[in-house]
């Protein structure tokens, strides 16, 4: 099975029979925004993020918190810190220290589906290699990404709930990037 090897494929193809299953799922109900009731600020905001973490060979932990804030019934908008740790046993200097924040905006097309929009910039060690030469200089850069994509919000109860994002990056750079791919999957929580 060559398509299976590819892993983002196989990704993908696992986070769409998760989300599959999750839609048979019913649901507690979700909160509604109403602009012409006019609801204060602390009921429009909402809070959440995601997370990961492996331990072995490779360590990677990665914490990365938002804040959004309802500003219609379909559109929201919020910012987003990120902050990863790796560790590569099989590199001498195999640590490393990336963090950034992100910008994004969404957009409900129907109650669980919709669209996503973000600006990220991270900072992360960059390899230069060192013109007329095989020498590599590493210098720590700020690396842009502008994601564009979809997910689809499973509610759990009348504020929280999970969601499920294919993203892909515009502007990805397999040089600088600390992304393996242009295609990003994110599953995350909010309340």
């Not at 299953?21 to 809070?47: A, C, H, V, W």
């Not at 997370?51 to 990677?60: A, P």
Request: charged fraction near 15%.
């Amino acid at each position: 099975m060559l398509l299976w090897k590819n892993d983002f494929w196989f990704k993908a193809a696992a986070s769409m029979l998760l989300l599959f299953f999750l839609s048979l799922t019913t649901s507690f109900g979700q909160r509604q925004i109403y602009p012409e009731d006019n609801p204060p600020l602390k009921e429009r905001m909402y809070f959440g993020g995601n997370g990961s973490l492996q331990f072995g060979t490779i360590t990677f932990v990665e914490i990365s918190p938002l804040a959004g804030v309802m500003i219609t019934e379909r559109y929201s908008a919020g910012l987003g810190a990120t902050y990863q740790y790796l560790n590569n046993r099989f590199y001498q200097n195999g640590d490393a220290h990336i963090y950034g924040g992100r910008l994004f905006n969404r957009f409900n097309v129907l109650p669980r589906i919709f669209l996503h929009a973000e600006y990220e910039a991270l900072n992360v060690e960059v390899a230069n290699p060192i013109p007329n030469t095989n020498d590599v200089v590493f210098t720590r850069d700020w690396v842009p990404g502008l994601f564009g994509g979809a997910g689809y919000f499973t509610p759990f109860g009348e504020r929280g709930g999970m969601n499920f994002m294919l993203l892909y990056n515009f502007s990805y750079d397999n040089r600088r990037s600390p992304y393996n791919e242009p295609y990003v999957i994110r599953v995350g929580f909010v309340f």
